[in-house]
């Protein structure tokens, strides 16, 4: 009997554990080289960080904070003009200590603040705390001047949810890993390039000395969209003409248009709180516009013309009907059909992070 | 300037034969677009009739609106960052914010004037705000003098108003137009004599770049950043504290604007001469500067002494500490209203500015003299009169600058403030005013 039984456990496969930590591990370790970042623990902190903030909610709502990693407070103080910080607490370089920064700060990193975490070296100890820069809608967060316009000189990791079940981990040499938690195929273009490039064609037609702060000021209002987990759908309009064509009237027409580049106009020439509250509010509006069901109409001089537009595809277009995907992926490519005519591009957002412009 | 290498010079003036010391000889010389025949035979009677202030007011609005009409041309963005005046914003009118004062500094530092055709204006606009500010009883005893009245329309005929096309000069227009057209290779003869250069032409310098940065984009802001950080780590460890905020804040400013390429490439320079110390942490230092800035258009205004207690009470009462991007500035402003004009003091401002003076640290007049002084024009210019220079040799006593400058680097400051401990020098004093002033690129003479 006991034989039998010393038999039957030989011949059951053995129970394996599969954790995430080991992938993340070996991807990160070439990513902190390339950013030049030493030290085992920092590897281990990033790895434990990654994993906290996939999952991480607060009275069972999802939370989308940034966090960054670095070494010296003041030195990246000083580089962020009219900054702030406020520090929360100080603790042992371990995961408890994660966990407990990510509980205090999450709910507070929102409006422009981001967590940041600080590795006090001679101590083995982490502060953590909350900071944020800027002074208007239009400044340049943390996070951008950090990262997007990085230096190696000042050597720090950006950590944020870009969408609901990815996260990205990004240097401020420039280099960047997306790590997906979803089920969903990996997508093929980072999706804050994409949302760069769309931003680029909407402000084509507007003014060049506005130009880059209305492409800075949708970019940040997109990402936001992105990371919310809501999806959306815009079209950019090819011509400027008053009317919007008669494909896209079925929506709420906004009368007059909502016009971005002039209150961001507004805001630079006269840099008042009136101007900036204004265009707080337009971002707040225009937000919510995108998160509606439906499709959010760009005009090309990057103003707000039409939004909950529901086209109906013609059945002509049997291919585009049958295509895999939802009624959003399918409404998608059918604007994609109709880019070169009335619309210059068109923009997708999906709930699960993916992001996909075409035009030009 | 005698000898120095300069980057660009100011146009020649209108050659006036020494011999002509009338209107009427003077006038003919005056260009027909800028001064009518109808102006000059009126001005020619006003003069007959001995109205010599009219006159000469009149000649002078003629002359400085026209200045800034062509100075409104290089563009609001690009004056108010050769100022140095965050507070004009891109809609302002020229017109209406520079002060004459300023509009003379600006054309000199441009090479739209020579530097012997600004220091003649100066003298004619001090002439003419002193006699412009008398209380009725007094001008009626103390009248503007025939002479007085000639210098000033030969001042402003020979340096403006006898020029076909009053214009930046062409060397500096080629080397602005070659920042934004071109990247300079760091070892190209114009950075050579821009480094070899007085600290005028270093300052100008760096406003320019800042000014392009802020206000271009495309293929001429990345020309302007690729000049800016050639130019900016060679001239780094020459420029003083004022220029050095200003780089700071230009970096600030692009960040607010969200303009991310220009931030880029400021940080970028910033890094590379280390110097985040200079970005400014708040907006305070821009409350404390706008004030200090309406004290210098109070004192280089007409009516002065009336206009300076207002701002300078405003000043004294915004705070006992004063931000360290504003400081410079404040301390110009407050030494400005102390030490007044060669006509005088403001005797209701000068308490005001006396409880600013006294509330800073010896830390920080060690780092007015060591780092500021040397550039101060507005205060150094004001050290060449006997009757400032006695007032300055009081203020040296009672803030006991003596002992202070005792640690300060530069020779020339610490010998200003050496000589300076009693009023027995006055012509040492002026000979170290004066090699500090040449040493800037100005021309002095007294």
Request: charged share 25%.
């Amino acid at each position: 009997m006991r034989h039998k039984h010393q038999e039957s456990q030989a011949e059951r496969p053995m129970s394996q554990s599969v954790s995430i930590r080991n992938d993340l591990g070996k991807s990160l370790g070439p990513f902190l080289r390339k950013e030049k970042i030493v030290g085992r623990k920092t590897k281990d902190v990033l790895i434990s960080v990654v994993c906290q903030l996939v999952h991480h909610k607060e009275e069972g709502q999802q939370l989308f904070p940034e966090i960054l990693l670095f070494d010296d407070l003041t030195s990246i103080l000083k580089s962020l003009p009219n900054s702030e910080h406020v520090v929360v607490g100080v603790g042992p370089m371990v995961p408890e200590s994660l966990t407990l920064a990510l509980k205090r700060c999450a709910p507070l990193a929102q409006w422009g603040w981001s967590i940041y975490l600080t590795r006090m070296r001679e101590e083995e100890k982490v502060e953590y705390g909350l900071l944020r820069c800027g002074l208007t809608a239009l400044s340049l967060s943390a996070s951008e001047l950090l990262f997007h316009e990085g230096h190696g000189a000042l050597p720090a990791i950006l950590i944020s949810h870009v969408s609901q079940s990815t996260i990205q981990v990004s240097g401020a040499h420039g280099n960047s890993l997306r790590i997906h938690f979803g089920a969903v195929e990996e997508p093929r273009d980072d999706p804050v390039k994409v949302i760069k490039r769309f931003c680029a064609s909407v402000v084509r037609g507007v003014p060049i000395e506005v130009r880059e702060p209305v492409s800075n000021f949708y970019s940040r209002l997109l990402s936001a969209v992105l990371r919310s987990g809501h999806g959306c759908l815009v079209a950019v309009l090819s011509r400027k003409k008053a009317g919007v064509s008669q494909l896209l009237k079925d929506g709420v027409v906004i009368n007059p248009a909502l016009d971005v580049a002039s209150k961001v106009s507004s805001l630079l020439r006269y840099k008042s709180c009136e101007y900036d509250t204004t265009l707080r509010a337009a971002a707040a509006l225009i937000r919510g516009m995108l998160i509606s069901d439906g499709i959010t109409v760009f005009g090309p001089d990057g103003s707000v013309r039409v939004y909950n537009v529901f086209v109906k595809i013609p059945k002509r277009l049997d291919a585009i009907a049958g295509k895999p995907g939802g009624a959003r992926r399918r409404a998608f490519e059918f604007l994609c059909s109709r880019v070169g005519r009335e619309l210059k591009g068109s923009l997708i957002i999906s709930q699960d992070g993916h992001a996909d412009f075409r035009g030009v | 300037m005698g000898g120095q290498i300069i980057l660009w010079e100011g146009n020649t003036p209108a050659s006036i034969p020494a011999s002509a010391t009338s209107p009427e000889k003077i006038l003919p010389f005056a260009n027909s677009r800028q001064l009518s025949k109808r102006d000059c035979s009126q001005v020619i009677n006003a003069f007959k009739n001995q109205s010599y202030e009219m006159v000469s007011t009149f000649i002078w609005s003629k002359a400085i609106s026209s200045l800034k009409a062509q100075l409104s041309k290089l563009g609001t963005g690009f004056i108010a960052e050769m100022l140095d005046r965050a507070d004009i914003d891109e809609g302002a009118s020229i017109t209406e914010v520079l002060t004459d004062y300023d509009a003379l500094r600006l054309a000199y530092e441009l090479g739209v004037i020579t530097s012997t055709g600004y220091l003649r204006l100066k003298h004619a606009f001090e002439k003419i705000a002193h006699f412009g500010q008398l209380p009725p009883e007094e001008a009626d005893e103390v009248q503007m003098s025939e002479d007085e009245a000639v210098g000033v329309i030969r001042a402003c005929v020979e340096n403006i108003l006898g020029q076909n096309k009053i214009d930046a000069a062409v060397d500096f227009k080629k080397f602005r137009d070659h920042l934004e057209s071109a990247v300079f290779e760091q070892d190209a003869s114009d950075i050579k004599l821009l480094v070899n250069s007085p600290y005028f032409f270093k300052r100008a310098s760096t406003r320019i770049v800042l000014a392009m940065i802020k206000s271009s984009t495309g293929a001429q802001l990345d020309n302007a950043l690729g000049n800016a950080n050639v130019i900016m780590p060679l001239l780094w460890p020459e420029l003083l504290a004022p220029e050095r905020f200003q780089v700071g804040r230009a970096y600030s400013e692009v960040v607010a604007d969200g303009k991310a390429q220009a931030a880029s490439g400021l940080k970028i320079i910033l890094l590379k001469v280390k110097g985040f110390d200079y970005v400014p942490e708040d907006l305070r230092s821009r409350s404390f500067s706008s004030i200090a800035r309406k004290v210098l258009e109070a004192h280089e205004g007409f009516n002065n002494f009336h206009n300076e207690p207002g701002p300078m009470k405003a000043l004294a009462e915004m705070g006992s500490v004063i931000p360290r991007p504003a400081f410079p500035l404040c301390m110009t402003a407050s030494l400005c209203v102390r030490l007044g004009n060669v006509y005088g003091v403001s005797f209701a401002a000068r308490p005001h500015a006396n409880s600013v003076l006294k509330r800073v640290s010896k830390e920080r007049w060690l780092f007015y003299l060591d780092s500021c002084l040397r550039a101060d024009d507005r205060i150094l210019e004001k050290l060449i009169s006997d009757t400032i220079y006695a007032r300055w040799v009081s203020l040296v006593q009672e803030f006991e600058l003596g002992s202070v400058a005792e640690d300060v680097k530069d020779r020339h400051v610490r010998e200003l403030i050496q000589e300076s401990k009693d009023a027995s020098k006055p012509v040492r004093v002026r000979q170290i005013v004066t090699r500090m002033l040449m040493k800037n690129g100005y021309k002095v003479s007294y």
